[in-house]
């Protein structure tokens, strides 16, 4: 027998806010180093963790920011905090061409609901359908596109959308190939 206790029950997407989750990598990372038997020295965790705050960018992202420049407005919704997202753009020199970095901490709920991506819409002023998502993520897209956002996919790592998603409008391997592909959407 299950029993439920009213005051442990978690909301689907309940938000918790970008500590929750570098803590959860932290007790993750503990937990694969002890699965190899491997020692769980402080330096060492403290040293990959920090690693994740300046990964560069891909090769191409800047090739396809500076095409959506030409007519675009670029801005950046993340599952992530704030200030680690404008230090990533930062680091791969980026930033300046962002005009604004939209953290799921604003809404207090995570990607793929809906209402982060409506938020996103209107922190700029423009309506969802209006907007469009980049990502390599299928299931980042679905939620785009449940929330009325034109979903633009770049299938370089996954290569199948499931079909439990809804597909995406633009689909291209490689972030250039989703940019030209989204600059040639009708207007509307």
Sequence with gaps: MVRSHPARRVRPGRHRGVPAVRRGRLGALRGLLAEHGLP?????????????????????????????????????????????????????????????????????TWKPRAEVYRHAAGAIGVEPGRLGLIAAHAWDCHGAHRAGLVSEWVSRHERVVSPAFDPPDVRAETLPGVAEAMLRLPEG
């Design 40 to 108: 769980a020295a402080p330096d060492r965790i403290s040293s990959v963790l920090d690693h994740f705050t300046r990964l560069p960018a891909r090769p191409d992202t800047g090739e396809a920011m500076a095409r959506l420049l030409d007519g675009v407005r670029v801005i950046v919704l993340t599952n992530g905090g704030d200030a680690n997202t404008r230090n990533l753009l930062d680091g791969s020199g980026l930033l300046g061409q962002v005009e604004r970095v939209v953290s799921i901490d604003e809404v207090g």
